[in-house]
């Protein structure tokens, strides 16, 4: 397998723009997360799906972010509008099931917001 | 509010010798611990967990220690190699599957 693959490895992009990261997680993974990584907080959760319906968003920062799931094969997580706060490595990563602690983690997405 | 806590965001240690990674947690409804490795320009790959109902696991190199009345873990690192060299990150799930990190600690094991 695969893995899980995320696209764009790298994004610049200026203030006020839309910013769209993919997600394809591991075929047959039931849990599907969205994690940020900085250096003052280290991994945080954004969002985690559980077969395509989003269990708990607490950790999106606000309304200018949203994540979706339309099928088992495909997550994007959008920031509109993007802030230069926002500039951060976005992981995704997935788990087999529901009660599954182990994730597996994408190569991450590199966000500049300039 | 940081629920695990990685105090040391640095550790060098030489080759052979035992690498010692700390963590603190906070939320006593924590009762599965895992510790993630990361290298540059990649994602946590997980290493090691431990339930709460253990004290010790052991996976070759790697040792964890759970201390719950102190809600303190460790990860041991014995020997160490340079290729352990790497972001290790201190994780605990409240059974939820909400896995909350910690910062990390960088290692460096130099030869």
């Known amino acids: 397998d695969a893995g899980v693959i995320q696209s764009p490895r790298h994004e610049v992009t200026e203030m006020g723009q839309e910013v769209t990261l993919r997600c394809k997680p591991i075929?047959?993974?039931?849990?599907l997360f969205w994690y940020r990584q900085t250096m003052m907080r280290g991994l945080e959760l954004l969002i985690y799906?559980?077969?395509?319906?989003?269990?708990?968003d607490s950790g999106m920062p606000e309304d200018r972010f949203s994540a979706k799931m339309p099928n088992a094969s495909f997550s994007t997580l959008k920031i509109q509008p993007s802030e230069p706060r926002d500039s951060a490595v976005y992981f995704c990563?997935?788990?087999?099931?529901?009660?599954?602690?182990?994730?597996?983690f994408g190569s991450g997405t590199q966000l500049s917001v300039l | 509010d940081q629920q695990v806590k990685q105090n040391s965001p640095s550790l060098s240690v030489q080759e052979g010798r035992i690498s010692i990674l700390n963590c603190d947690y906070t939320?006593?409804?924590?009762?599965?611990f895992l510790w993630y490795k990361k290298y540059p320009a990649e994602g946590p790959t997980f290493l090691i967990s431990?339930?709460?109902?253990?004290d010790k696991n052991e996976d070759g190199r790697f040792t964890v220690f759970l201390n719950k009345s102190a809600k303190h873990l460790s990860l041991h690192i014995v020997p160490s190699q340079p290729g352990d060299s790497a972001v290790y990150f201190c994780?605990?799930?409240?059974?939820?599957?909400?896995?909350?990190f910690g910062t990390g600690t960088r290692l460096l094991v130099s030869p």
């Open positions: 431990i339930s709460s109902i253990k």
């Open positions: 994780a605990a799930s409240d059974g939820f599957q909400k896995l909350v």
């Open positions: 075929s047959g993974h039931n849990s």
């Open positions: 799906f559980n077969n395509n319906v989003p269990i708990d």
């Open positions: 939320n006593s409804m924590f009762d599965y």
């Open positions: 990563a997935s788990s087999l099931s529901r009660v599954d602690e182990k994730l597996f």
